[in-house]
Structure formats: C-alpha cells, structure tokens
C-alpha cells in the first residue's frame, strides 16, 4: 500500500513508525485526516483557479503594472495570500485556469510561485490528458514504452524540484479522465476503454489490468523522482461512468481517491467512501448564479456568482464523513471572461455576497477542526 499508517495509542493520542517531515493521511477514532508535517489533523479548505492574467486584459493592465509591478510572485505574496487567508482558505487546490472554455488551461505554478504563497497546495501531474473538457488530446497507447517515458519527463521535471518542500499536499494526475466516457467535445477521440467491453468478464479482466498498469507506472514515475509526498491520483468525475475495476486498480496504488462533483458532493463522497472505505477529497466543485452584466464581455451578459451558501451546506455535509478529508472550491480567484465566476472582479473589487458565506463556513470549520486536534 502507498498509504502511510499512523498508530493509535491506547492513550488516545498518535505514535509513527517514522518521523513524518510532509503531510501524510492517518485515520483517528474512525475518521480520517490529512496530517500536517507536524501531525497535526487537517482538513483541506482549498481555492481551485489562481492566474493572473485576467489583470492583463487591456482596459485593467494598468492594476498589474502599477500595483505589482509586473511581478507574479509580488502578485502572489501581496494579493492572493493574504485574501486566501482572510477569507478562511487553508491551502490552495489546482492553481491552474480555464484560459479558453473547453479548450485549455493556464500552466501550473512553479516552486517559486509556490513558495511565495506559504500555505498548502496540491500540484497536478498531466500523465494523460484525456480530460473531460480538452477535445485537443489523443488516447495514449498506455502500454507503450513512449507512454512510460512520458510519466518519467512529467515526475522529472516536476517532482524532482518539489519533493523537499513541506507545503506540498500530494499530487493529482488527471482532471476527470475519459476512462468510459465520452461528451460532445471529446467524441473524436472517444473513451480511453470501449464501454461495450464490460459486458463481459473478459472485458472487466482487461480494463482492470489495464488501469493496474496505468496506476502502477504513474505511481513508480513520482516515487522515482519524490518519496514523500501523497498520491491522489485522478480527479475523478463524480457524475459520469465510473467502473470500479478502474477504481480497485487505484486503491493499492494511491493514498485516497479524489472527485469533482458539481450536483452531489455530500451524498457522492459519502457513497464512495462507504464503497471502498477509502479517505475521500471532493476536489473541486461549486453551484453558481447567474448575475446580469452589461459590461459585454460575458456570454449572455451574465457572469456566475459563486454560492457560498451553498458551499457551506457541502462543508458541514462533509465533515459528518468519516471518509472526507477535504473541500475544494471551484473559484476562481479572479472572474475571467471564460469560466466567468471568480471571488474578486477584473478591478479586484471582492464578490462580498459570495465571500461572507464563504468566509463564515470556514471560521466554523477551524472551530471543528480545533476542537478536533
């Protein structure tokens, strides 16, 4: 099993097998937690989509420019880290953003980015890039030795610069993988795995050794370059076909099982932790309202204001799973003009009917998370 296990006392309190220096995942009097470096219980409060370049619009540069000088890390250490703070966030989930809808998103931070925001993160790892919204990207022949060198360049040239640092969480692989399913955008390319071959056991057989294969070869690629940090494996879509001999091939392989849920999270991360018994990370995820604007620049002349209320609801629905060990909000930091919602505007004005549930969330859950440790 990749995951680290923790020992429980009969006193009550913690013992290791080893000294951790970086997050671990324990479970505690029938629960589940991250850990921190120092042992501490933790559960992951994250904003999902930070890019600056929606300050970089014509009519708002001049915010960039002039207030940070057209650095990205004085843009991080100055605005995005201490609002994320203010506002109750405890780490920051997937940085990257949709740079154009359904097409592509921004690049991930680096360690230095990293580095000048100081709070937890977690940092994806695009082994495959059949995700759900990309209809750029071809089916990789999973088997192929080309597939394998690939794994090694992305654990290379990530993990090898991230893997002493006690801030990183763990890493996601893919963004909602097309495992057997397929949308409009994705159609030309089809499923990683024919559907119609799990009719038959043979068919089960073949799709369970395959994603052995393919859970086995990503895990052994970062455990090459980095042997600290949490596998999270695929953000896994909630809401569309899931085999599970897709997700048994994980389980040995991976430290929890992470999901994007948009209609359900409460009732699909308690569903999937009862399944598998395995810690659970709703990963990302929001409900949104459509707000009139007559700036132009969204389609409709509406943008997406965030339902903090509703976030909310989910947080508390979550922290009654003992499976549960964290909420990642589908922000983004800034609304740009694709995703269309955001916590703060082009003029960095706050969304404060958005932000006050929000925040209010987040004070009861460090009351919960105190009275926990």
């Known amino acids: 099993m990749t995951r680290r296990h923790w020992l429980v006392s009969s006193s009550g309190l913690f013992s290791q097998t080893k000294s951790p220096a970086f997050f671990t995942i324990a479970k505690s009097n029938g629960r589940w937690w991250f850990r921190t470096p120092e042992g501490r219980p933790f559960f992951s409060a994250a904003l999902n989509h930070i890019d600056s370049s929606t300050l970089r619009y014509p009519e708002n540069i001049g915010i960039w420019e002039n207030k940070y000088g057209n650095s990205q890390l004085r843009w991080i250490r100055e605005s995005v880290a201490p609002n994320l703070r203010k506002w109750g966030f405890n780490s920051v989930g997937w940085v990257q953003e949709v740079s154009i809808m359904r097409h592509a998103h921004t690049p991930p931070f680096s360690l230095e980015e990293y580095q000048a925001l100081g709070l ?197 629905g979550l922290r009654d799973n003992p499976g549960a060990i964290g909420a990642h909000l589908c922000g983004a930091y800034l609304r740009n003009r694709f995703r269309a919602k955001g916590l703060l505007d082009e003029q960095e004005r706050p969304d404060e009917k958005a932000l006050a549930p929000i925040a209010s969330a987040h004070r009861e859950l460090a009351l919960w998370l105190n009275s926990s440790r």
Not at 236 to 253: D, H, I, K, S, T
């Open 120 to 316: 937890p993160y977690f940092h994806l790892l695009p082994f495959i890039e059949t995700h759900q919204w990309n209809p750029w990207h071809k089916n990789p022949d999973l088997r192929s030795q080309d597939f394998r060198d690939w794994c090694d360049y992305v654990a290379r040239d990530a993990c090898s610069r991230l893997k002493n640092d006690p801030n990183l969480v763990g890493y996601f692989y893919s963004d909602c993988p097309t495992w057997v399913h397929s949308n409009p955008y994705t159609k030309w390319r089809g499923p990683m795995f024919d559907p119609e071959a799990l009719k038959s056991p043979a068919g089960r057989a073949e799709l369970s050794s395959l994603a052995t294969h393919y859970y086995t070869v990503t895990r052994d690629a970062v455990r090459r370059y980095d042997p600290h940090h949490l596998l999270l494996g695929d953000r896994y879509e909630a809401n569309q076909p899931l085999p599970m001999e897709v997700v048994n091939a994980a389980r040995p392989l991976v430290d929890a099982l992470s999901f994007q849920d948009f209609k359900d999270p409460i009732g699909q991360m308690r569903d999937w932790h009862q399944r598998t018994s395995m810690p659970v990370l709703w990963a990302d995820g929001s409900r949104a309202i459509n707000v009139p604007d007559s700036s132009g620049r969204y389609e409709g002349n509406v943008y997406k204001q965030l339902d903090g209320a509703w976030y909310g609801t989910v947080l508390r």
